[in-house]
């Protein structure tokens, strides 16, 4: 958890939900609808686009078609009851292009807060490919600040958690998607 969410104000998010009639040729209008209303209830105005299942397994079912998907969208939520379910369904392209769906309790008292609380999170595959894996902490458009407290709090974490600990890791560096990375944590000890 980020103490600044990595979200920005113009970034796109889309939300998958379950369908409210299931079935293959059931129309999924009215669970957008409903869905649609129960954020505006609760003042969630920052996701904007709902997408159930059914229209995950129908119209996304090819794999040009998750690609477009996940190239529309800067980041992606999940109702938590199909999160299972969904992540076969996206396919490798969501892995690749780091942007597997963050998890959500639709029906928590406090969903505005749930999904506040979900866009601050930030994941961090753990792969056999290598040694570097790579944390969004951040957009360009965050002050220099709120980008350290970011780093802090992820190197904090990552000392607790990380699979040996901070003695496995042996270098931080920070890196926009167009530049260099530019190293903050180097050791020189030997694994």
């Known amino acids: 958890l980020l103490p600044h969410s990595i979200v920005s104000s113009n ?36 996701i904007k686009t709902i997408i159930p299942m059914n229209q995950v397994k129908t119209e996304y079912d090819q794999y040009e078609l998750k690609r477009k998907l996940v190239g529309s969208y800067d980041h992606f939520l999940v109702d938590g009851k199909i999160a299972g ?20 309790r639709m029906h928590s008292k406090d969903l505005k807060h749930e999904i506040d609380y979900a866009l601050r999170k930030t994941a961090m595959q753990i792969h056999s490919c290598g040694d570097t894996h ?45 530049s260099l990375s530019l190293p903050i944590y180097t050791t020189l000890s030997k694994l």
Request: net charge positive; glycine share 6%; aromatic share 8%.
């Open 11 to 46: 970034d796109e998010i889309a939300l998958f939900v379950g369908d409210l009639q299931r079935g293959k040729r059931k129309d999924y209008e009215p669970t957008v609808e409903h869905y649609e209303d129960l954020l505006r209830n609760c003042n969630c105005t920052k």
């Open 85 to 104: 379910h969904l992540s076969h369904l996206l396919g490798k392209e969501f892995y690749k292009k780091r942007k597997l769906p963050t998890s959500i």
């Open 134 to 178: 790579i944390v969004q902490i951040g957009h360009t458009s965050m002050e220099r600040k709120q980008v350290l407290e970011n780093i802090l709090a992820t190197c904090s974490y990552l000392s607790k958690n990380y699979p040996g600990g901070w003695t496995n890791i042996r270098s931080i560096r920070i890196k926009t998607s167009s």
